[in-house]
């Protein structure tokens, strides 16, 4: 996968439309450095070559699909994944770049009683650590550990859900700005946390009208002394459906940035429209597009903040499915983040990914991911003209995976990442090489 931000907030298309961790493929969390990349590989199975054995939440797999039929309300799944790659910049640097071979070794458990496949009355948790080990360079060693509880409950008007995420991301790379390397290790790593609690409502007024409502809460803890950053936002929007095909609302998004020194805390207001184009189970097209206005705090009676930046922002998101075999996606975003580095500024985020998959017959699957990402940074403060640098990012992942059985699957892909940015430091490129196995058990 392709180097991923994390955001202080972003327009949210509704939950019913967004991931699920366990049925979602290739999970990639974002962090506020330029090039952050950490890759959370399939909690079941991957996008690119899904296992006929999730779906159902349990049993089919090695050991569980031995047991015969399961009937029980309770689900549970175990999952192994196992990556092993060679790597020619494995601290994504300009100059001194290190290759060397890692293994990735994730296992992730699922535990969920109810309806936990269909989201309707249902609880789940899952777990997914992940360690990565080099063969020359032990510095670079990881542990990571994700964990989720996702819970909700549906009625004919009402669904209600609960979300909470937790990771703690031991001794990750970034690429960073000359600015940000200096809260980093010498090789450019550090320890991040990133806490999330997502409550949504969606209620039904008449077949046609519908509210959503969801109040959000988001964190992110650095290594000192990377700047760190809290989010506490909430969102309305009001939709009317002119037909099966075509929903379109207004709504109104805010929230409170409280920001570590230097960067001053902030508040932001959205004004969005919402439009979704579904003429039939072979395409679909969610739009969330408007304009923010974000506010900044003084700092103290000598320290005053710049004034109020007006931006737009979207989310975009499509599927085209013409046949049981192939499936295209695109997605496209524009956001506000706060920088993690020591110089009081945040940036804007413009990005496009997209992913083909074809299910060439029974056993094979091709599949090519790609992306593009513009970053721009912006001062916070008035008074310190500090360089406001940009950067752009690209990625492209073509891979092959074959089925050997229903529970376990076994590819092979190669991974180009390649950086420029408006300073030659922040330049660079990866080429990666790897083969990776999943097995349900």
């Not at 072979?282 to 007006?310: N, Q, V």
């Not at 408006?422 to 058990?441: A, H, L, M, P, Q």
């Amino acid at each position: 996968m392709g180097r991923c931000r994390s955001s202080a907030h972003k327009v949210r298309t509704y939950r019913h439309v967004l991931r699920f961790i366990v049925l979602s493929g290739i999970l990639c969390l974002r962090s506020s450095l330029l090039a952050q990349t950490v890759e959370i590989n399939p909690t079941i199975s991957s996008t690119a070559a899904p296992l006929p054995a999730d779906d159902k939440p349990s049993g089919d797999g090695l050991i569980s699909g031995a047991l015969g039929e399961y009937n029980l309300s309770a689900q549970f799944a175990f999952h192994l994944s196992l990556r092993g790659a060679y790597d020619d910049n494995i601290a994504l640097t300009h100059m001194n770049r290190l290759g060397d071979r890692f293994i990735q070794i994730q296992p992730s458990v699922m535990f969920g009683v109810g309806e936990v496949a269909q989201q309707g009355n249902f609880f789940m948790v899952n777990y997914l650590p992940s360690f990565y080990r080099y063969d020359d360079h032990p510095e670079f060693d990881s542990n990571q550990h994700i964990g989720r509880l996702l819970t909700g409950f549906k009625t004919d008007k009402w669904t209600v859900r609960f979300d909470q995420e937790v990771a703690y991301l031991q001794n990750i790379v970034l690429a960073a700005s000359s600015g940000e390397f200096q809260g980093l290790t010498p090789t450019g790593r550090t320890t991040l946390g990133l806490y999330t609690t997502d409550l949504s409502i969606n209620y039904n007024f008449t077949p046609s009208d519908f509210l959503f409502a969801e109040a959000l809460m988001s964190r992110r803890d650095y290594a000192a002394p990377l700047v760190s950053s809290q989010l506490y936002a909430a969102d309305m929007y009001f939709n009317h459906g002119f037909n099966p095909q075509i929903v379109l609302g207004l709504g109104v998004e805010g929230g409170v940035n409280n920001v570590d020194f230097p960067t001053p805390d902030q508040s932001f207001v959205q004004a969005n429209v919402h439009f979704n184009y579904t003429p039939s189970k072979i395409f679909s097209l969610d739009i969330i597009a408007g304009e923010e206005f974000r506010e900044f705090e003084d700092i103290s009676p000598t320290i005053r903040a710049r004034d109020t930046y007006t931006t737009p922002v979207f989310s975009i998101g499509a599927t085209f499915t013409p046949n049981d075999n192939t499936k295209i996606t695109l997605g496209a975003s524009r956001q506000i983040a706060n920088s993690a580095a020591l110089t009081a500024q945040d940036y804007t985020d413009t990005g496009v990914n997209a992913m083909i998959r074809e299910h060439v017959c029974k056993q094979l699957y091709l599949a090519v991911f790609g992306g593009y990402e513009h970053v721009g940074y912006l001062n916070t403060i008035s008074g310190v003209k500090l360089p406001t640098l940009s950067d752009d990012y690209w990625y492209v992942q073509p891979s092959a995976d074959i089925l050997i059985m229903r529970y376990w699957s076994v590819g092979g892909y190669y991974l180009r990442r390649q950086n420029s940015g408006s300073v030659s430091t922040v330049d660079f490129y990866s080429n990666e090489y790897g083969v990776r196995t999943t097995i349900k058990f």
